[in-house]
């Protein structure tokens, strides 16, 4: 098992760097950014698809360094009917699983997208708790018209480049925890569609991670360790679906996540928070099961350590993730 993590969290410094944080914290397994949400500036993506030259030196800057390239990162939403995400968003993961094939690279994370709830509609819409019946004609319509033709397409590419796209389970998807990832791979016959076991986002919606790893199985291809801190107390007052979300006001440059949407703030008092891995769940409570649990899936499968807790700088908060992660791993004796 790879053991490493998602560089996002150091696009402010170059890659060769950013390698070598890693290395220094006995990591050796790295996610790069391909487009989707966020930009890809560890990725010289028009040179590695012309050039073979440009291939070998971007691997081997990997080789040097101790790190094997894992994975790449096209989180977004491909199914947007904003005309101003949702086909670059398609474009991005099209040519990312180029990319992946150039390089040699076998996983790519992906979310599932989420569309409009009618054709003409500008803006996606998630149908969470479909009590009445006008919510399952939009799932309808959201599945057969628009996911399904999508994926078995990308499946038809990601077969032909021998890369396995894998889907972070994620709320405001379509796709959001196993059944309906599940559902996805049955609906599109898909061979090279499956899961990245994300855990975070899991944990907030009230699932065991470990029951899905156990209930998915083969579908599980890929896993990014973030923790989540649950805060019972907010939890009693809001739910878990905590609305009081604000935007993020112009001078502090919001992240634009194509078009005109941008990254909102947090609650002051969450519900929920993302943390460094070991912060939300105990190394012995969840994390050596949870790695022992996909090790038995794919004992070559790599966990990437996607850092997002506020309280910790980039660095100090990747350090800590890998310290944890690395600590359940040698106690799980993967």
């Known amino acids: 098992m790879k053991l490493g993590a998602y560089t996002a969290c150091l696009h402010d410094r170059p890659l060769d760097e950013t390698l070598k944080i890693l290395g220094e914290l006995g990591l050796t397994s790295a996610e790069i950014n391909a487009g989707g949400f966020v930009p890809a500036p560890h990725l010289p993506i028009d040179d590695i698809l012309a050039s073979p030259g440009a291939r070998e030196e971007y691997l081997g800057r990997f080789t040097q ?56 509609s500008p803006v996606a819409n998630w149908i969470v708790n479909p009590w009445d019946s006008q919510y399952l004609d939009i799932l309808d319509y959201q599945w057969q018209k628009i996911a399904v033709p999508f994926w078995k397409d990308i499946n038809t590419r990601a077969a032909a480049a021998d890369v396995k796209i894998c889907i972070e389970m994620h709320p405001q998807n379509l796709v959001f925890n196993p059944p309906t990832l599940q559902r996805l791979v049955e609906q599109t016959n898909a061979t090279h569609v499956g899961a990245e076991l994300d855990p975070s986002h899991l944990f907030w919606q009230g699932m065991d991670p470990i029951a899905c790893v156990n209930y998915l199985g083969d579908l599980v291809f890929h896993a990014a360790a973030k923790d989540t801190r649950i805060n ?21 440059s919001p992240l634009n996540l194509g078009g005109e949407n941008t990254l909102n703030q947090w609650p002051p008092n969450p519900s929920w928070e993302f943390v460094a891995v070991g912060r939300g769940h105990g190394i012995d409570d969840f994390w050596v099961p949870f790695l022992r649990a996909l090790h038995a899936v794919d004992p070559d499968m790599a966990v990437n350590i996607e850092h997002e807790d506020q309280e910790f700088d980039q660095v100090e908060g990747l350090r800590l993730a890998a310290e944890n992660l690395l600590a359940a791993g040698a106690k799980a004796g993967v």
């Open 65 to 120: 360094a101790g790190i094997t390239l894992t994975g790449l990162n096209v989180n977004g939403n491909p199914l947007n009917p904003d005309p101003r995400v949702g086909p670059k968003h398609a474009a991005d993961l099209h040519r990312a699983i180029d990319v992946a094939a150039a390089l040699g690279v076998k996983r790519i994370v992906a979310m599932s997208g989420l569309p409009a709830a009618h054709p003409g």
């Open 232 to 252: 019972p107390d907010n939890v009693k007052l809001y739910g878990v679906l905590d609305d009081r979300f604000t935007r993020t006001p112009a001078t502090a």
